[in-house]
């Protein structure tokens, strides 16, 4: 072992020299290689996240406009955006119906369908496959294009509703339902929580059911018992995973309502609203103070679903 | 014992065959169920494509998928339906989605193997904070990182979309490669070591060569994301010019939509072409990359 070494410490001892190296020689042995292959990552973690971030905090207490200088407005803008934005209560309304509904139907879906082919279903690659496709397609622009068609008042949908002699109304730009085309698109893209669920279930031992089956047990009673208790971790990363793709979801939200978050604020996402602030009006101070809120709402929930796993997160040993 | 044998069979033997008659019951409806719910799934994507295939005039009037003739008239209005081809677009789209590529490759990997197998004081620091930057909203850092670049004269260039990537700023790949690197056995290394190897030679020779799987995945996904991409490119090129496919997709929407559904549904699926491509070719290791980040190891 230490004949072979590549320290300095040794190649300094055989050449007779300074048998304790210096503590600047150790340091550069050990801890410099890590440092080397993590410098792109430390100029990219400084310049284009650490340093904008605190810039966007320093910005959100400003009135800036992208062409004249910043200038120190204190809390005005989170005054504003607490007390005295509609569109903010709106779109914050908007974001958290869809997060609350898209998220669990989404996970619901991606776990009945994984327990159902988990049964060695033959076809299960096939099965896998189409259920996966929309969720790899569902981000892209063409997908938002094809839905606002489907859910128009002369969409597929309704040609579909009318053979049952139903007359359905323009799902897209009726505030009481534009939402849900969004949240139907979301759902439909339940492919890759799927996945991870399929993956979860693989790795729960078989013994256990062939013992509990022995014991007399239902099969909903081995779901309850022994299935879900051990999905829990992939369940739990399902969700924080899901939760945060939501709160970050904008191209659908743009593309449906053409940029504006209409009919009447209906598909208002955050994300779009910001948006808008920041490059259809140029608030920057205000569009970063925006950015900061979302962030604690991110930061609030993951620390909050955190604390509370270890309450129903089940990890062996 | 042996007098009671034969009846207990005889009776588990019925239980059998009514348990098999519900098994196979069983296995018909969910197979029905499954059947039903991959026609709908698809069905979107497949109308989609029908419709780009019909004539003009046939695409609202007539529900059934089949084209009653076939034309690619779509598609040459769509091409050109724009002042800048779609052409252009596409190759935009396919220049910046390679250098993502090579740069997310590059500079991931090399950020993936300093936190997965080299020793040194405040790994685990930078290791929690590189998962951190995991949760982070963009919308945090996007105001000064459009500063900073329009300042440095790259608005209407890709450079703000390529960039980044070069500095290893995708951490989910970060974090799919040290998870693949973990489970390459660490005595490779050691063996390395002994023999004189440095640690850059045993992350090119021993380790990136063992990693193809996860090299392909990441470089797979990250064509797919930068293809995908619309936020980014929204706000950084306003040239038509320099326009990727799915700002073209857009433009297409706003001037064009109203009048032309079948040029913007026949650019809509050929836009899409890509990634199915990719998914039909590398099917496995997607699923196998998507099903690893969920797990623990």
Redesign the interface.
Same mark, same amino acid.
């Given at each position: 072992?230490t004949a072979?070494?590549?320290s300095a410490a040794d190649s300094a001892a055989k050449l007779g020299r300074a048998v304790t190296p210096s503590f600047w020689s150790r340091m550069w042995t050990? =801890?410099?290689?890590?440092?080397l292959?993590?410098?792109?990552?430390f100029?990219?973690?400084f310049?284009?996240?650490l340093?904008?971030?605190l810039?966007?905090l320093y910005?959100s207490f400003t009135d800036?406009d992208?062409l004249t200088s910043p200038n120190w407005v204190g809390m005005d803008n989170y005054t504003r955006i607490f007390t005295a934005d509609p569109k903010f209560a709106a779109s914050m309304r908007v974001t958290f119906f869809f997060v609350i509904f898209s998220v669990p139907l989404k996970l619901a879906f991606a776990l009945a369908?994984a327990l159902?082919?988990n049964?060695g279903?033959r076809?299960l690659p096939l099965?896998?496959?189409?259920?996966?496709?929309?969720s790899?397609?569902g981000?892209?622009?063409? %997908?938002a294009?094809?839905?606002?068609?489907?859910f128009a008042g002369?969409g597929?949908v309704n =040609?579909?509703l009318a053979i049952f002699g139903i007359e359905g109304p323009s799902w897209i730009s009726n505030p009481r339902y534009s939402l849900w085309t969004l949240i139907v698109l979301s759902i439909?893209q339940f492919g890759?929580p799927m996945?991870?669920f399929?993956?979860?279930l693989r790795?729960i031992p078989q013994d256990m059911y062939e013992a509990a089956s022995l014991d007399g047990a239902s099969k909903s009673r081995m779901f309850w018992k022994i299935t879900l208790p051990l999905l829990t971790?992939?369940v739990f990363?399902?969700a924080v995973i899901q939760t945060?793709d939501a709160?970050?979801s904008?191209?659908p939200a743009? %593309?449906i309502s053409?940029g504006t978050g209409n009919p009447i604020n209906s598909t208002l996402f955050y994300?779009l609203y910001?948006?808008q602030e920041?490059?259809g009006f140029f608030r920057?101070g205000y569009?970063?103070a925006?950015?900061?809120v979302?962030?604690a709402i991110?930061?609030a929930f993951?620390g909050f679903s955190f604390l509370t796993s270890k309450y129903w997160v089940h990890y062996d040993e | 014992m042996t007098s009671s044998a034969p009846r207990l069979t005889v009776v588990t033997g019925a239980d059998d065959s009514a348990a098999r008659w519900r098994k196979r019951a069983l296995?018909t409806a969910?197979?029905a169920?499954?059947i039903i719910?991959?026609i709908l799934?698809?069905y979107? $994507?497949l109308?989609?494509l029908s419709a780009s295939f019909r004539p003009e005039n046939e695409i609202?009037s007539s529900?059934t998928l089949w084209p009653s003739s076939w034309s690619l008239d779509a598609y040459v209005r769509g091409w050109n339906g724009l002042r800048v081809s779609f052409g252009t677009f596409f190759l935009n789209s396919f220049i910046i989605a390679i250098l993502a590529i090579i740069g997310n490759l #590059?500079?991931c990997s $090399?950020?993936a193997? #300093? !936190?997965a197998r080299?020793? !040194?004081?405040?790994?685990s620091f930078?290791f929690a $904070?590189?998962l951190g930057?995991l949760?982070?909203?963009?919308?945090?850092?996007?105001?000064?990182?459009y500063? $900073?670049f329009q300042g440095l004269g790259w608005i209407n260039t890709i450079l703000p979309l390529v960039v980044?990537k070069?500095?290893?700023?995708d951490a989910f790949f970060?974090f799919l490669m040290v998870q693949f690197f973990r489970g390459i056995p660490k005595e490779l290394d050691e063996a390395a070591?002994?023999?004189?190897?440095?640690?850059?030679r045993i992350?090119w020779k021993v380790l990136l060569p063992l990693s193809t799987p996860v090299l392909a995945t990441a470089g797979v996904f990250t064509f797919?994301?930068t293809?995908?991409d619309?936020?980014g490119p929204?706000?950084y090129l306003s040239d038509i010019r320099t326009y990727t496919v799915?700002l073209g997709?857009?433009t297409f929407?706003?001037s064009t939509?109203q009048s032309d559904?079948g040029g913007?549904?026949a650019?809509?699926?050929l836009?899409?072409l890509p990634?199915?491509l990719f998914?039909l070719f590398f099917?496995r290791l997607?699923?196998d990359g998507? #099903?690893?980040?969920?797990?623990?190891r």
């Amino acid at each position: 072992m230490t004949a072979h070494s590549y320290s300095a410490a040794d190649s300094a001892a055989k050449l007779g020299r300074a048998v304790t190296p210096s503590f600047w020689s150790r340091m550069w042995t050990r =801890d410099a290689p890590g440092y080397l292959f993590l410098l792109p990552w430390f100029i990219g973690f400084f310049g284009l996240t650490l340093g904008p971030m605190l810039t966007s905090l320093y910005l959100s207490f400003t009135d800036f406009d992208l062409l004249t200088s910043p200038n120190w407005v204190g809390m005005d803008n989170y005054t504003r955006i607490f007390t005295a934005d509609p569109k903010f209560a709106a779109s914050m309304r908007v974001t958290f119906f869809f997060v609350i509904f898209s998220v669990p139907l989404k996970l619901a879906f991606a776990l009945a369908v994984a327990l159902l082919l988990n049964r060695g279903m033959r076809g299960l690659p096939l099965y896998r496959a189409v259920f996966y496709l929309p969720s790899l397609l569902g981000a892209s622009v063409a %997908i938002a294009v094809l839905w606002r068609q489907l859910f128009a008042g002369d969409g597929v949908v309704n =040609d579909f509703l009318a053979i049952f002699g139903i007359e359905g109304p323009s799902w897209i730009s009726n505030p009481r339902y534009s939402l849900w085309t969004l949240i139907v698109l979301s759902i439909w893209q339940f492919g890759s929580p799927m996945i991870i669920f399929l993956a979860g279930l693989r790795q729960i031992p078989q013994d256990m059911y062939e013992a509990a089956s022995l014991d007399g047990a239902s099969k909903s009673r081995m779901f309850w018992k022994i299935t879900l208790p051990l999905l829990t971790p992939v369940v739990f990363f399902n969700a924080v995973i899901q939760t945060i793709d939501a709160f970050k979801s904008f191209t659908p939200a743009f %593309i449906i309502s053409g940029g504006t978050g209409n009919p009447i604020n209906s598909t208002l996402f955050y994300t779009l609203y910001l948006y808008q602030e920041a490059f259809g009006f140029f608030r920057m101070g205000y569009a970063s103070a925006l950015a900061w809120v979302l962030l604690a709402i991110v930061a609030a929930f993951t620390g909050f679903s955190f604390l509370t796993s270890k309450y129903w997160v089940h990890y062996d040993e | 014992m042996t007098s009671s044998a034969p009846r207990l069979t005889v009776v588990t033997g019925a239980d059998d065959s009514a348990a098999r008659w519900r098994k196979r019951a069983l296995s018909t409806a969910s197979h029905a169920a499954l059947i039903i719910a991959s026609i709908l799934m698809l069905y979107p $994507l497949l109308w989609m494509l029908s419709a780009s295939f019909r004539p003009e005039n046939e695409i609202f009037s007539s529900s059934t998928l089949w084209p009653s003739s076939w034309s690619l008239d779509a598609y040459v209005r769509g091409w050109n339906g724009l002042r800048v081809s779609f052409g252009t677009f596409f190759l935009n789209s396919f220049i910046i989605a390679i250098l993502a590529i090579i740069g997310n490759l #590059a500079t991931c990997s $090399l950020a993936a193997f #300093a !936190f997965a197998r080299l020793e !040194f004081r405040g790994r685990s620091f930078w290791f929690a $904070l590189m998962l951190g930057t995991l949760m982070l909203p963009y919308q945090v850092t996007l105001i000064p990182q459009y500063v $900073l670049f329009q300042g440095l004269g790259w608005i209407n260039t890709i450079l703000p979309l390529v960039v980044p990537k070069f500095l290893a700023a995708d951490a989910f790949f970060i974090f799919l490669m040290v998870q693949f690197f973990r489970g390459i056995p660490k005595e490779l290394d050691e063996a390395a070591q002994m023999d004189g190897c440095s640690p850059w030679r045993i992350y090119w020779k021993v380790l990136l060569p063992l990693s193809t799987p996860v090299l392909a995945t990441a470089g797979v996904f990250t064509f797919i994301w930068t293809w995908d991409d619309f936020f980014g490119p929204l706000i950084y090129l306003s040239d038509i010019r320099t326009y990727t496919v799915m700002l073209g997709l857009r433009t297409f929407v706003d001037s064009t939509a109203q009048s032309d559904w079948g040029g913007l549904f026949a650019m809509s699926s050929l836009s899409l072409l890509p990634i199915f491509l990719f998914f039909l070719f590398f099917q496995r290791l997607l699923i196998d990359g998507i #099903a690893t980040t969920g797990m623990k190891r």
